[in-house]
């Protein structure tokens, strides 16, 4: 017996087994019970209606990863439909957002449901590493944003 026939089904198991590993993670970090208890508040802001909704959909704008179709997708099993949109008063610095009065960012606009936007909440952690707050864009839209919350 070769070398190289004795690694090739020991290299397919590795492979196999990575992606099991792989698809483990995915599942345990965006759809598990497990690992991650949302804050009071996001259910109540989530089902509640406001001049923010519109019937039982939410703006939210991103300005990060989830400008990516395929990581929305991921997150939210949806293809969400997204709008160019500018927000006022703040600036990118790596994961977050800094007010800067002068300044603009740019990112995109979704449309959520109540669903989809837990399912946002909890890719971003709510309430550990980040929170959701309301502001306006540059057109004056009210939409939700996510911001770090201070390590401390």
Known sequence: MSLLSRWIPR???????????????????????LG?????QATT?????????LAD???VF????????WVRWLITGDDLETSPALLRGFE???????PAPQAYV????????????????RYERLGQ?????????ANGTPAWVYLRLDPQ
């Open 11 to 33: 290299l397919c198991l590795a492979l196999v087994m990575a992606g099991i590993l792989g698809l483990g993670w995915l599942w345990y970090t965006y759809k598990s019970p």
């Open 36 to 40: 991650y208890t949302p804050p009071a």
């Open 45 to 53: 802001v989530s089902s509640a209606r406001s001049e923010l909704d």
């Open 57 to 59: 959909e939410h703006r």
């Open 62 to 69: 991103v300005y990060g990863t989830l400008r990516w179709p």
């Open 92 to 98: 990118r610095v790596g994961l977050d957002l800094e």
């Open 106 to 121: 740019p990112g995109q606009l979704l449309q959520v449901d109540g669903d989809e936007l837990r399912a946002l909440d």
């Open 129 to 137: 590493r980040y929170e959701r707050v309301r502001v306006a864009l």
